[in-house]
């Protein structure tokens, strides 16, 4: 009897492309975890805390990670720009944020949050829990009611430690949980951000009346988040030249309707020495600290 011959399968052409393309599209994701990775262990390792101040356009936002991957997010934005700004830096499986400060309730700075809030679980909220008019204030105390969120309301003196990162709050100066403020600008969270042998000052929106204020409290600091966008309310020559940052930070959209940053501000940070970021002209901007110093860079590819 005559043996049949086996017959090979081949898989069809247009099968067989779509079948490689496959593969080397996942052959390059696995890569690209692999190599992201090990630039996260390489992170870590080396015990360096991560700050990203983000391009958020006319607005606020910026995001800390410490070397053992507790996260800090300081406010959120004017808008859903921020979950693409959060995922570029994140692990996608991450849906926990450990800490939120909210610095005060104008738009751009807390609208973001309303999809921050939708998508991640929030462990802690520092804010002041000052009352405000404004529907969106409103809103977004809903949310932290209904995340279940543990609040601290910010006042001088607390000190809120994340692993080894310090949060010194300077502003405000008494609590003003449950009152009605009206400027809320002069309202807001003021702190230094302390890792290693560098502090990191954050401002918020506060104006001249408010640093004037806290001008006795405000030391050397190696990088400073200017107040307002760079608006001409804040950053008076008293305050820039008591803090004295080796870098200044300023968070603003590109071509914003406010004239932001004032060029008078410009003026007087390049009078102290101090080096100028913008997210305008720089995008985002990441800052890397560790025990031997800091570095920051802008526009930096994501981990």
């Known amino acids: 009897m005559q043996k049949r011959r086996a017959h090979k399968r081949y898989l069809p052409i247009n099968n067989k492309k779509k079948y490689i393309t496959h593969v080397c599209i996942l052959f390059l994701f696995s890569v690209?975890?692999?190599?992201?990775?090990?630039?996260?262990?390489?992170?870590?390792?080396?015990?360096?805390?991560?700050?990203?101040?983000?391009?958020?356009?006319?607005?606020?936002?910026?995001?800390?990670?410490?070397?053992?991957?507790?996260?800090?997010?300081?406010?959120?934005?004017?808008?859903?720009?921020?979950?693409?700004?959060?995922?570029?830096?994140?692990?996608?499986?991450?849906?926990?944020?450990?800490?939120?400060?909210?610095t005060h309730m104008d738009a751009d700075h807390v609208n973001g949050l309303v999809s921050v809030f939708d998508k991640y679980k929030i462990d802690t909220v520092i804010y002041s829990?000052?009352?405000?008019?404004?529907?969106?204030?409103?809103?977004?105390?809903?949310?932290?009611?209904?995340?279940?969120?543990?609040?601290?309301?910010?006042?001088?003196?607390?000190?809120?430690?994340?692993?080894?990162?310090?949060?010194?709050?300077l502003w405000p100066q008494k609590n003003i949980s449950g009152k009605f403020i009206k400027d809320k600008n002069n309202s807001s969270i003021v702190f230094g951000l302390q890792y290693q042998n560098t502090?990191?000052?954050?401002?918020?929106?506060?104006?001249?009346?408010?640093?004037?204020?806290?001008?006795?409290?405000?030391?050397?600091?190696?990088?400073?988040?200017?107040?307002?966008?760079?608006?001409?309310?804040?950053?008076i020559n008293d305050f820039l030249k008591r803090a004295k940052p080796e870098y200044s930070i300023i968070s603003v959209g590109e071509n914003n309707r406010y004239n932001h940053p004032n060029y008078g501000v410009l003026d007087r940070l390049k009078d102290i020495g101090s080096y100028i970021y913008r997210t305008d002209t720089d995008s985002d901007i990441m800052m890397i600290i560790d025990s031997y110093g800091y570095k920051i860079k802008s526009n930096p590819l994501p981990f």
Do not use: C
């Not at 006042?155 to 692993?163: A, H, I, L, P, R």
């Not at 990191?200 to 307002?228: R, S």
């Open 32 to 102: 690209f975890i692999l190599f992201s990775a090990i630039g996260r262990v390489r992170l870590d390792s080396n015990n360096k805390l991560s700050v990203w101040f983000f391009d958020i356009g006319q607005g606020d936002a910026s995001f800390i990670e410490t070397p053992d991957n507790r996260q800090i997010l300081i406010d959120g934005g004017p808008d859903g720009t921020i979950l693409d700004k959060l995922s570029s830096v994140m692990w996608p499986w991450d849906n926990t944020i450990d800490v939120v400060i909210i």
């Open 129 to 169: 829990g000052a009352l405000t008019s404004g529907v969106m204030g409103q809103f977004i105390e809903q949310k932290i009611i209904n995340e279940k969120s543990r609040v601290i309301n910010a006042k001088f003196g607390y000190v809120y430690n994340v692993s080894d990162v310090g949060i010194h709050i």
């Open 199 to 235: 502090e990191v000052l954050f401002t918020g929106d506060i104006e001249k009346e408010t640093e004037k204020y806290i001008l006795p409290y405000i030391k050397d600091v190696d990088v400073l988040k200017v107040a307002h966008h760079g608006s001409k309310t804040s950053s």
